[in-house]
Nanobody
Framework: VQLVESGGGLVQPGGSLRLSCLAS????????MRWYRQAPGKERELVAA????????YYRDSVKGRFTISRDNVKNTVYLQMNSLKPEDTALYYC????????WGQGTQVTVSS
């Protein structure tokens, strides 16, 4: 089982990034997918989630209207489009797959700074 995140980087405030998480080794289309983040010295927090058939989505209040989660069950990939980024969005972003098992990626760093 693997979850491999990509797309992180350094961006200026107000900029955009698109994170991707490529899954393998399990039946991706049957799992709900989540994006978490963890900033230095803070607890990991749930950022966004999407159901297995993309029918349901969840966003934490601080990212509503700025972030969009989506998935492609053919490409076994979940995405997080992040717009209007703020310095407080700086964190290590993790992909999580959850159903009967719970899988995690290694994370991709997002740094928002001028």
């Amino acid at each position: 089982v693997q979850l491999v995140e990509s797309g992180g980087g350094l961006v200026q405030p107000g900029g955009s990034l698109r994170l991707s998480c490529l899954a393998s080794g399990f039946t991706f289309s049957t799992y709900a997918m989540r994006w978490y983040r963890q900033a230095p010295g803070k607890e990991r927090e749930l950022v966004a989630a999407i159901g297995s058939a993309s029918s349901n989505t969840y966003y934490r209040d601080s990212v509503k209207g700025r972030f969009t989660i989506s998935r492609d069950n053919v490409k076994n990939t979940v995405y997080l489009q992040m717009n209007s980024l703020k310095p407080e969005d700086t964190a290590l972003y993790y992909c999580n797959a959850i159903r009967t098992n719970d899988y995690w990626g290694q994370g991709t760093q997002v740094t928002v700074s001028s």
